[in-house]
């Protein structure tokens, strides 16, 4: 094992601008770890094919359904394909994950940290099925269920998000395949808002968000507030949901500077600030020399030290490191 000790003093400075988009390649479900139907899932229409295939969440949501009788998805035209929707059924349940951190950002819009994509879409009230739909706010393909959500950042340690507090999986808000996926509808919108309303009067009212049901990490219950999640649950109890996919919420933040300085003059665990990624006993503070001893060993997988902003830059913001 080849070992190194090293001082380490840091000074970051990022500037962030306006609305911040995740990663289009990393923002999604990258992989199922466990999928379980359960009894009484959904199947698509004519052909009686389950919605079991659990590539259909990983990626992004559906924007356009294909086929003959496909066409662009907007929230009066849902996904409803089998090799878009993913069902599970009483007793049944499902784990996503990503390939980057979940983060528990308070500059997210609403304070909403991911989003669940299911296949709920308005009902159409005025009888015009060519485009100049209206709805009264209700919708159809939200099934009678009871489901909860449940999230990790190791998939060991699970913790339930408040059901008080969390809006219906496969429910409000229908997706709309021309909105961002990263961007939450204002939970505050209800369904009588959207009372005679058109498509477009929908898109107004979305503030150019892609739908779906978000979800704040704030709401884990029996834990002190979570930093950051890598693993969601959803486990369903009654009836059956379908899920098009999830995704990350992307910051929003005003322009400013930021700005951190560490000399590790004291632990710098005790403040909170401070969070280890992997292998905790590479790194251990050293009180007498007031630095961070770094064991540098190749046989172990990645580890870092870091502070999670809780924001993502992108290439069109500037970032600086110091060291």
């Not at 390649?25 to 094919?49: D, R």
């Not at 009836?239 to 400013?256: F, T, Y």
Request: negative net charge.
């Amino acid at each position: 094992m080849h070992c190194i000790k090293t001082t380490i003093k840091i000074i970051v400075v990022t500037f962030l601008l306006g609305f911040i988009p995740v990663s289009k390649a990393t923002s999604f479900v990258s992989s199922v770890v466990e999928y379980h139907p359960g009894s009484g899932f959904g199947v698509e229409f004519g052909s009686g094919l389950g919605f079991t295939n659990t590539l259909s969440v990983i990626g992004e949501p559906s924007r356009e359904t294909p086929g003959e009788w496909g066409g662009e998805v907007n929230p009066f035209s849902p996904p409803y394909l089998a090799d878009q929707l993913l069902s599970i059924g009483e007793g049944g349940y499902v784990t996503l994950t990503f390939n980057q951190p979940v983060f528990n950002s308070p500059n997210n819009p609403y304070g909403l940290d991911f989003i669940l994509y299911g296949n709920a879409g308005f009902n159409i009230t005025n009888g015009d099925y060519s485009g100049g739909g209206v709805t009264d706010g209700s919708v159809f393909g939200s099934d009678a269920s009871t489901a909860s959500v449940w999230v990790s950042e190791d998939n060991q340690n699970y913790f339930l998000l408040d059901q008080k507090k969390s809006p219906k999986v496969d429910g409000y808000f229908p997706i709309d395949g021309q909105g961002e996926f990263s961007l939450p509808v204002n939970p505050a919108t209800l369904p009588s808002d959207f009372a005679e309303a058109d498509m477009e009067q929908i898109r107004r009212l979305y503030q150019g968000a892609g739908g779906g049901a978000g979800y704040d990490l704030d709401w884990a219950e029996g834990t002190p507030r979570l930093r950051s999640i890598r693993y969601i649950k959803v486990m369903v109890e009654s009836g059956k949901i379908e899920l098009d996919g999830a995704s990350i919420v992307a910051p929003l933040v005003n322009s400013n500077w930021t700005s951190l300085a560490e000399d590790f003059s004291k632990h710098p665990m005790d403040d909170g600030d401070w969070d280890i990624f992997g292998e905790t006993q590479l790194f251990e503070w050293d009180q007498a020399e007031e630095r961070l001893a770094v064991n540098w060993d190749s046989r172990l997988s990645n580890s870092y030290f870091y502070i999670p902003f809780g924001s993502k830059i992108s290439r069109h913001e500037n970032f600086s490191v110091k060291f």
